[in-house]
């Protein structure tokens, strides 16, 4: 599969807070030898004699390692947020959070009541070559695997769909009431860490980054090449909601954006020696503007880069406070084929600052001051929490560690509060189910639509709204008043929608920025 769902859902700042704190876990991730580690010594620690006593004389047979897990979770949760036992169950699927390509059939699907709907079709996949349409609703896999209309989850329903490289699937669909038997080949497909880049005016270029995978470097490079060469003079560089990756990465960016022989970030723990990584080379972009544009869940590789660059007064960090991961982690493959993601060392921005967040009353409390953090900026409520020591940058501004990258430009995101409105729309998905519907209904003419703006022009218009009133009135009539008095907030994320539909990720961030005043703050 080349995703379960559509990553631009209507999320609530705390039900996005619970996704964003799992895809953290990938941090700042320093590729190891990945080898097995061996723990064994003369003198054994009492918690391995203990499993070892456990395993040989246990009054029941153990059916599996449940209690291990459990055993292993709450060990590691007593040393930090970060490091944590991958089970070998989850272990292919966490290894595909760093990887450039997934392997399966190149669809993205939406699940409207009991149904999963294909809602991308990625051009040229699998899926694409096998005639899969924009709609179609999955409903068996190989003849016995019933997709739809029972009580699969979507990551379920993923997991059914996905599969090796060059394994055949047979897919049976539903389109227009009819069934339809597809025959499928699985690939790998690329899965870009890019979300989009162009210029938003004749000197200013914008490139949106998702995460830090194996390829990060080299999309970022085919982004800003061609945005120098159309003269561009100002970058803003989006890592909001980027949380993270591999270090590496990072690394390689921040060395095209500063000039030669500058420290960029060093790690640095009681078994890890310290290492230095400087910049080396001569970057694409070394002498114009940047702006980077972050917010609370931009974290650990994303830190690295700003920090650096903030550091070296390099850049302009716009938004509000970011996560606050200063931990790299490293892997160890585990002989029962789990894995070990064990934090190993900190890393410290050139100013010597480690932003990452207090973590000493246990994980939960952890996890709940994000939460609370997202919600007092959906509010507008100033970051209150303390800032840290206080460093001077070469031109003598003030820096903070010790809590994530503090903005030298504070602007509180536009994220939408739990209400009952937002209930609403959340819990029948209506607003995805609507832009699909809407999308088809009208596919001649959204295939004509040239660019961004002349959707914008077409579609944001009280005529596509009453096109969503009408639609809503089908499954809840009393909440029609209630959505009324959120359209504000409701038909700029519904006519990004569509132009995500037309142009993917591209035409989503096209769209979104330029009716999003928030983004303008951010820019000017």
Known sequence: MHMQQNNTNWFT???YALMIIVGIVIGVFVKGDLSTWGLFTAKQDPILEMIQIVQSRYVDSLKNDSASIKLADYYLSQLDPHSVYI????????????????????????????????????????????GVQLGDILLKANDSIKLSGGNLQADEVRQKVKGPEDSPLKLVVL???????????????????????????????????NKFTDRTYEAFMQALDPLVQKGMKSLVLDLR?????????????????????????????????????????EGLFEQGKITILMNE??????????????????????????????????????????????????????????IQRP?????????????KRLHEDAIGMPDSNFKGNSFKTP????????????????????????????NLLLQNNLVNEFVLDFYISNFPKMNELKNVQTLLTQYNNENTWQAFINFAK?????????????????????????????????GYYEATNLMDPQFQKMIH
């Not at 973590?359 to 939460?371: H, M, R, S, T, W």
């Open 359 to 371: 973590y000493v009353l246990g994980k939960a409390a952890y996890e709940n001051a994000y939460v």
């Open 13 to 15: 700042p705390i039900s």
């Open 395 to 422: 031109k003598g501004n003030l820096v903070y560690g010790g809590g994530g990258i503090y903005p030298d430009k504070w602007v509180a995101s536009n994220d939408i509060l739990p209400d009952t409105t937002n």
């Open 474 to 506: 089908q499954y809840s009539p009393s909440s029609v008043s209630k959505l009324n008095s959120a359209k504000n907030r409701i038909q700029p994320q519904m006519v990004s929608l569509l132009a995500r539909m037309r142009w993917y990720k591209q």
């Open 175 to 209: 389109r227009k009431s009819k069934q339809v038997q597809l025959q499928l080949t699985r690939a790998n497909i690329p899965i870009s860490p890019m979300d989009a880049y162009y210029m938003i005016s004749d000197t200013v270029g914008y490139i949106k980054l």
């Open 87 to 130: 089970p070998p169950a989850d272990l292919v699927d966490v290894n595909e959070q760093l990887a450039a390509n997934l392997k399966g059939i190149g669809i993205e699907f939406q699940q409207f009541r009991d149904s999963f709907f294909v809602t991308y079709v990625l051009k040229d996949g699998p899926a694409f070559k096998g």
């Open 297 to 354: 869940s931009s974290a650990s590789a994303s830190e690295v880069l700003a920090g650096a660059l903030q550091d070296w007064d390099r850049a302009t960090i716009v938004g509000t406070r970011s996560f606050g991961k200063g931990l790299v982690q490293q892997q160890f493959n585990l002989s029962n084929g789990g894995a070990l993601r064990l934090t190993t060392a900190k890393y410290y921005t050139p100013l010597g600052r480690n």
């Open 241 to 281: 909601n980027n949380g993270g990756g591999l270090l590496s990465e990072a690394v390689a960016i921040a060395d095209e954006l500063l000039p030669g022989n500058k420290l960029i970030v060093y790690t640095e723990g009681v078994h890890s020696p310290r290492v230095d990584y400087y910049s080396k080379r």
